[in-house]
């Protein structure tokens, strides 16, 4: 007899369960934010006897390790994009609307070091199976940008570009002025606050026209 599947419930209260294991193994072991290798410590073994399940059972809700890193950071990434699009909202026209996107973008990376490093600059291994590739325009982020864009272009604001292409150039700059100083360590880079808030100032002189906004 076939074994009955996995309802999408059952699936999400165990890998809530897992999380909640790990997320009390790094209370235990008092890892603080920016500690890579203690989080990296924490291994499978250590999370299934925390959670009290099996090998088995973690395998069949998580494809490996890296699947459980990005998953257990949904909240607060959740909770990024509410405070993106709530910042959006009240922002008084498209200049203001962008800067709110990259500010928030980069507080949250350094407000939150460990999963910056754990699910933003996640290498995912070859031999893991690739993600379903979801819609850019699904993310609250790069849809932002783009209808700030288009916006700040209707006001005579910005000047003419493509804004699905701006928005993955604006999006990869941001990432990469946080990002380079922590992947290429060896290198005496300027801190990433710093490298973030000139980046931001590059980006903005990248697409503002002499226009004042009113």
Not at 43 to 50: A, F, G, H, L, T
Not at 127 to 142: G, I, V
Not at 163 to 168: E, N
Request: charged letters at 30%; one cysteine or more.
């Amino acid at each position: 007899m076939a074994r009955p599947s996995i309802t999408p419930e059952k699936r999400e209260e165990m890998r809530s369960h897992v999380r909640e294991a790990v997320v009390r193994l790094v209370r235990k072991r008092n890892i603080a934010p920016g500690d890579t290798q203690a989080w990296n410590d924490i291994s499978i073994r250590d999370v299934i006897e925390e959670a009290g399940i099996s090998i088995g059972t973690f395998y069949k809700y998580f494809e490996n390790r890296a699947d459980l890193a990005q998953t257990l950071w949904a909240e607060p990434v959740g909770r990024l994009r509410d405070d993106m699009q709530a910042s959006v909202d009240a922002a008084s026209g498209p200049v203001d609307k962008v800067r709110a996107l990259l500010d928030h973008y980069v507080r949250f990376a350094l407000d939150n070091d460990r999963l910056f490093r754990s699910a933003f600059l996640l290498v995912r291994d070859k031999s893991s199976s690739p993600p379903d590739q979801a819609d850019l325009n699904e993310e609250t982020f790069y849809r932002n940008l783009c209808a700030a864009f288009r916006e700040g272009q209707e006001a005579g604001l910005f000047k003419p570009f493509d804004p699905h292409m701006m928005a993955q150039i604006f999006w990869a700059g941001i990432h990469g002025s946080l990002a380079l100083p922590i992947n290429l360590d060896r290198y005496k880079f300027e801190a990433p606050k710093v490298l973030a808030a000139r980046m931001v100032d590059a980006l903005m002189e990248l697409v503002k026209t002499d226009i004042p906004e009113s």
